[in-house]
């Protein structure tokens, strides 16, 4: 799963980007020159290799917010947590996930609230439990509903914020959001 995740992203993001409005400076496959250097490249960014970055997301954005424990619950919503991560950073995509749960409770009828700490762990993948075990498949699509409602909601609060982010946010809302 995650490899064709992986491989989906950066068919999307494209080669070597450096937009003059985009705040994250030069990019390659979808990583930037901060994320690059953070994880020992030193070169240019026009020739940051594909495999190079597809090991950054693998590990900054599946495997170190723990999304692959997602994925062996929810493989739809562990997805939309990837691709949101990659774009909006890990911590946003999982504070969507443990804002949609509390919401989805019935006011902590269904599991009890949990923190909104942008980390998953025991009580963040105990209230996805309880909220599948309660809601069954059809939940998981409501969920995934939540999670590209707040996405969609950030983009355009976003745009708003910084006029220089209304030329990105066709693109957000035409590919980020399924």
């Known amino acids: 799963m995650i490899d064709d995740l992986i491989n989906g992203v950066i068919d999307r993001e494209g080669g070597y ?17 901060a994320v690059a250097r953070a994880n ?6 026009r020739h940051f290799a594909r495999e190079a970055a ?6 900054i954005y599946w495997q170190r917010p723990r999304i692959d424990d ?9 997805a939309e947590l990837f691709d949101t991560g990659v774009n909006m950073g890990p911590a946003v995509a999982v504070a969507f996930l443990q804002r949609a749960l509390n919401a989805l409770n019935r006011g902590a009828r ?17 209230a996805l439990d309880g909220f599948l075990a309660t809601r069954g498949a059809a939940g998981e699509t409501v969920l ?11 983009y355009v609060s976003l745009a708003e914020r ?7 946010l066709y693109g957000w809302l035409a590919n980020r959001l399924a």
């Not at 980007?17 to 020159?33: F, K, L, S």
């Not at 597809?54 to 590990?59: F, S």
């Not at 910084?162 to 990105?168: K, T, Y």
């Open 40 to 45: 020992g490249y030193a070169g240019d960014m």
């Open 144 to 154: 995934l509903k939540a999670l590209e409602a707040l996405q969609g909601e950030r």
């Open 162 to 168: 910084r006029p220089a982010n209304e030329a990105f």
């Open 70 to 78: 997602v994925a062996q619950r929810a493989p739809s919503i562990a």
């Open 17 to 33: 980007v450096h937009h003059p409005a985009d705040r994250g400076g030069a990019t390659r496959w979808g990583i930037t020159e």
């Open 110 to 126: 269904d599991y009890p609230d949990i923190l909104l700490d942008g980390r998953i762990g025991p009580q963040t993948l105990g």
């Open 54 to 59: 597809a090991v950054i997301y693998r590990r």
